[in-house]
């Protein structure tokens, strides 16, 4: 029991990361249709770029750990969201009006450029970094001697997805850019009538996933201690899995697929392999959309003659 | 407020952009380069010897980044002036029509011989057979999956999964049971194939995007399986010593019972490229023309018009599952007999070989092709592949390269580059139609 309440644990802090990571697929997906195959890239980046501002911080000598924090996290999420911005003008925007597989093809090659821009740019080693927020609580001590740790690592990633996903609901739901993002999701011409700018607010879409994939990489950075310019691709696949689990176009589906996925993959390596928790993972994904086809949260798609 | 979505480029581009209006965007852009590469340039991180990081930085290199965005951005400015607006439309005299017509119409058959032609004309050149031998296992794994992608609308990026599946069918057949290649070649296709109707039972009641994250997933299932299952498939060290193929049961070998020695000419390890070439372009013009046969059956013209409108298909009385399903077999069959050739010409096989790169590169090939198109899906594998194998000597730049290439063809040709096919039905005549009409399906 105490085992599992640990794995449970892990398995929320981890599907917190995935979490936020597939909010940036689904919201792209709802308001261009499209599968944004470089945000996890972008989540990499956002990685290296807190690794690379905490370290120029810690050699100028500050210490306090709240305030380096603090500026990594701003830091990287801006750094990242102009990235996020860049991406989509390059590369999506010629091709908003195309048919739907060329900006999907076009995502691929920006995923293979920023993958290989960052081995190019940083090296092909892995960067350890040594741990910087140590402690936690014992929650609960067993007869056996296993103990339920919390540790604070665990207790930021949670608070801080839990803040930003008050935020992000709060700006979705309550802000002009929140509505003209609803707006454009439902009917991009007719919003545009209406006076929305339709450039800008996909742009700000782009933005916004961008900065949650830089705070997905930054905790990620955090909790496992390391960075490597490939770790993209496997969140990315990952998130986007929780994504599609929850039912894509859905933000709380995304949020609700992204701790689904990460307590399958942290409960399948419990107790049955590590080896093979990603393929635990994949295929109830399958499971699942075999009975729901939308998804847990998605709403069937209706097809209009 | 705002420039309306539905307004055409060219209102954005008629104003004729004056140099201040350039230099203002190349600022722009640079200074955005400047924060893009402030970090991740400027500063080089790197494990020291005691396993903790150290960095320095290289504002040298971060300065010719940014100075190189700024010249470009003029240059791409300059050349969009000098080009015009892009939805202008360019009239073409009949004259100049007819002739390239004409040599569309000649293009394939030319293709054809000089194919036929490259080991005569290239006999003592080992490295353009090697290369003329992967763009033809690539036109085949295009021509494989364009039958799922460009003929029936369904959107797999899978497909390595069946390449994959042929090719470890071949390996373990021969090597555990002693099977020769022309038996396990027909067996991996059809293994492929079954697991092409596996797949696509999940897949029949998921429509586009759902469609992709699963055959990704079903992708990488396979190749987590195949590192895995360390006792059946040799795990990451893969499966070595996997035997070459025969001519009717004669070996290219130097040894006394080998083709050379027979037929009295001296050995030499150029026939057996040659060998391999004829095999891989004979399975390649069955792959072409299994879909050209099929495209005029009842089976063919259900998988375009489900690739077109599915609940047209529907209301028509076409079964989608069946159609689906047969679509993806046959998808997957190819690319398991593709597989099983990469296994015997490599001689090794990896679960590294299988990768979402290689998915990624044929989906590349097929949607390059102009999405149908026989002939563009050979031309865009020699394009794709011919310009790979161009920077091999660029290593680690390659990657980069050829993504911003895949992303600068997209925005450049969206359509492929082959915009053109013929319809396989027509009233009249038969006309060329622009595949700007071709709507891609749900999936």
Same mark, same amino acid.
């Given at each position: 029991m105490d085992y599992f309440a640990q794995q449970l644990i892990n398995g929320l802090v981890l599907g917190s990361i995935y979490g936020l990571i597939a909010i940036g697929y689904t919201m792209v997906y709802g308001i261009v249709g499209m599968i944004n195959f470089a945000h996890g890239d972008i989540f990499m980046i956002g990685g290296f770029i807190a690794l690379i501002?905490?370290?120029? $911080?810690?050699?100028? @000598?500050?210490?306090?750990?709240?305030?380096?924090? $603090?500026?990594?996290?701003?830091?990287?999420?801006?750094?990242?969201?102009?990235? /996020?911005?860049?991406?989509?003008?390059?590369? =999506?925007?010629?091709?908003?009006?195309?048919?739907?597989?060329a900006p999907m093809l076009s995502a691929i090659g920006m995923s293979f450029v920023l993958t290989n821009y960052?081995?190019?740019?940083?090296?092909?080693?892995?960067?350890?970094?040594?741990?910087?927020?140590? @402690? @936690? =609580?014992? $929650?609960?001590?067993g007869s056996e001697g296993f103990v339920v740790q919390l540790s604070n690592i665990q207790i930021i990633v949670v608070v801080t997805t839990i803040v930003l996903l008050a935020l992000f609901t709060w700006l979705v739901s309550s802000t002009r850019l929140g509505r003209d993002m609803r707006a454009c999701e439902q009917d991009q011409t007719m919003a545009s009538l209406l006076g929305?700018?339709?450039d800008r607010t996909i742009s700000m879409t782009f933005v916004i996933g961008a900065a949650l994939a830089a705070v997905a990489g930054m905790m990620y950075l955090l909790y496992y201690g390391l960075v490597d310019f490939f770790m993209g691709f496997v969140a990315g696949i990952k998130a986007f899995t929780a994504a599609v689990l929850g039912g894509i176009g859905s933000l709380p589906g995304a949020m609700l697929g992204g701790l689904l996925i990460g307590l399958i993959e942290t409960l399948w390596s419990a107790y049955f392999s590590v080896e093979y928790k990603d393929v635990a993972a994949f295929s109830i994904l399958i499971v699942v959309l075999i009975f729901l086809p939308t998804g847990l949260l998605g709403r069937p798609e209706v097809e209009k003659v | 407020m705002g420039r309306s979505v539905s307004a055409p480029p060219a209102a954005q581009t008629s104003r004729a952009p004056g140099a201040a209006f350039i230099l203002k965007k190349a600022l722009i852009s640079a200074f955005v380069a400047?924060?893009?590469?402030?970090?991740?340039? @400027?500063?080089?991180? !790197?494990?020291?010897?005691?396993?903790?990081?150290? =960095?320095?930085?290289?504002?040298?290199?971060?300065?010719?980044?940014?100075?190189a965005v700024f010249g470009g951005s003029i240059l791409v400015e300059l050349l969009r002036r000098w080009w015009g607006p892009v939805d202008a439309v360019r009239v073409v005299p009949p004259s100049v029509q007819s002739a390239l017509s004409l040599a569309g119409r000649l293009v394939a058959p030319a293709l054809l011989v000089f194919t036929f032609l490259v080991p005569v004309l290239f006999y003592n050149e080992r490295y353009i057979l090697d290369l003329a031998i992967l763009v033809l296992t690539y036109v085949m794994l295009g021509w494989g999956l364009n039958v799922v992608v460009g003929l029936a609308g369904l959107l797999d990026l899978g497909y390595v999964a069946f390449y994959a599946v042929g090719a470890y069918s071949y390996a373990l057949l021969a090597t555990n049971f002693g099977l020769s290649f022309w038996i396990c070649l027909p067996l991996a296709g059809i293994l492929a194939a079954f697991w092409g109707v596996l797949l696509g039972f999940p897949v029949l009641r998921l429509r586009g995007d759902y469609l992709a994250i699963v055959t990704l997933a079903f992708g990488e299932i396979i190749r987590l399986v195949l590192i895995n299952w360390q006792t059946l498939t040799g795990g990451p060290n893969g499966v070595t010593g996997i035997p070459r193929p025969t001519l009717f049961g004669i070996p290219l070998t130097p040894a006394d019972? /080998?083709?050379?020695?027979?037929? /009295?000419? !001296?050995?030499?390890?150029?026939?057996?490229?040659?060998f391999l070439f004829y095999i891989i372009l004979a399975l390649a013009l069955l792959t072409n023309w299994v879909t050209i046969r099929l495209r005029r059956l009842p089976l063919g013209r259900a998988w375009e018009a489900l690739r077109e409108d599915e609940v047209a298909c529907r209301a028509l009385g076409i079964n989608t599952t069946t159609t689906k399903l047969t679509a993806f077999a046959t998808g997957a069959l190819f690319g398991g007999l593709a597989g099983a050739f990469f296994a015997t010409r490599q001689g090794f096989i990896s679960p590294e070989s299988f990768t979402f790169h290689e998915s990624a590169l044929v989906l590349a090939i097929v949607v390059l092709g102009g999405m149908g198109s026989q002939l563009g899906v050979a031309l865009a594998a020699l394009t794709m592949i011919g310009g790979f194998e161009l920077f091999r000597g660029l290593d680690q730049y390659r990657m980069l390269v050829f993504g911003m290439a895949m992303v600068l063809l997209m925005i450049w040709r969206p359509r492929g580059l082959v915009g053109h096919r013929a319809p396989t039905v027509f009233l009249k005549h038969s006309q060329a139609i622009s595949s700007d009409l071709v709507k891609e399906g749900h999936g």
């Open positions: 501002t905490f370290l120029i $911080l810690v050699s100028f @000598g500050l210490t306090a750990i709240p305030l380096i924090l $603090l500026v990594v996290l701003l830091v990287s999420m801006a750094i990242t969201a102009l990235y /996020g911005w860049t991406v989509e003008r390059i590369a =999506y925007r010629p091709l908003r009006h195309s048919f739907r597989l960052s081995q190019v740019a940083q090296g092909a080693r892995v960067k350890p970094v040594p741990p910087i927020i140590t @402690g @936690g =609580y014992t $929650l609960h001590e929305v700018d339709v | 400047l924060v893009l590469f402030s970090l991740m340039i @400027g500063v080089r991180t !790197e494990a020291g010897p005691q396993g903790q990081l150290v =960095y320095w930085t290289r504002f040298d290199d971060l300065a010719v980044m940014v100075a019972d /080998g083709l050379a020695a027979l037929l /009295g000419i !001296e050995f030499s390890p150029t026939h057996r490229i040659v």
